[in-house]
């Protein structure tokens, strides 16, 4: 490390070493080096250990907070789902059928063979349950065993099958990937050259909770390119939507209070543009932004100050009316009927060339 510039003045050597025999390893430690300039010959620019000790510290204790708000989404996506079966009169064995429908007839499309009771994640912890509801399968049992991704297309087959429509769901993938992220351990505040697939409802949502500023023009931006952005972005809004439970809404509050003061602790080492890229500076005041907005909406909304617009966001999910009274006809159909008699004939036939064609 000492070859390639990095010093070790707010953190000697003796305590660099127990960190990495105690704390983390070096491969996992030298991801967020990334962060931080180098000259032409690779060396860093004013780098000390104490500031990748601190960024893969501020690192995990971001996961930590990730896992806490995502783990509050899935239940709270599965008390949803439940709450919409009641209002439909759902008997909770339907549901799975189609949704098991559905899969085969996708696994069938790419040659595979679709093993419904796959999705039934079996352990010390769900094997009795299983061996008891597998045969005739409840929903019910499906939430309890199922991956978030199952769950995920589980809610996506229902709400097409009753007509429903929830502004939360096209969040639901981004709150997948950075679930799969933390739980995984992998280092979020790190560089990124992946492009991301946008979510259109994140756009119209994030609007709605950023208060009209310069600093909420960039944090728009920046959840249009940037993944980590994005997909947390995807978690605060989803979480804003989902967790009616006033107690999780005030854990997760409480948790990001201490995780905004653990990541000002150092607010300078990360706003040095002689030792630190923009996009990590860019990141930080984004992240920053996001969650002390997250405890003003929570506040307001438990004050019942929230305005028309705000409340946009906590919109519940409602059914498509039901069309009524003859289908208009199709463009084609609407062509043949405005053609003489004796040219449908010919019409037709040249339609079939093109079907073939």
Known sequence: MARHGIKFEQCCREDAKHFLKDNTYFFKLKAFDNNFVRDDKGTYLNLDFAYLKDLSTIDFEFRVLILRMTGDIEHALRVRFNNLLSQVNEDGYQVIRDYEDEQAKYYEKNGRIYDSDSCYQQSVYTKGMIDKFLKDKPVWLFWETCTFSNLIRCYRSFLTHRRFQDVTYSLLYGVRLLRNAASHHNCLLIPSQEDIKRTEDL??????FLPDSKESA??????????????????????INLVQSIGMRSGVVKQIELFIKRMRRHYDWYHNSESVHDHLTQQFDAIELLLTRAIEFNQMRDDEVLSEYQKDLLRQPYRRPVRRGPRRASKRARERQQLPAQNIALYSAKGTELKQG
């Open 203 to 208: 756009d119209k949502l994030l609007k709605v």
């Open 218 to 239: 960039k944090t728009l931006k920046l959840a249009e390119t940037d993944p980590l952005i994005h997909d947390f972005a995807c978690v605060l809004i989803a979480h």
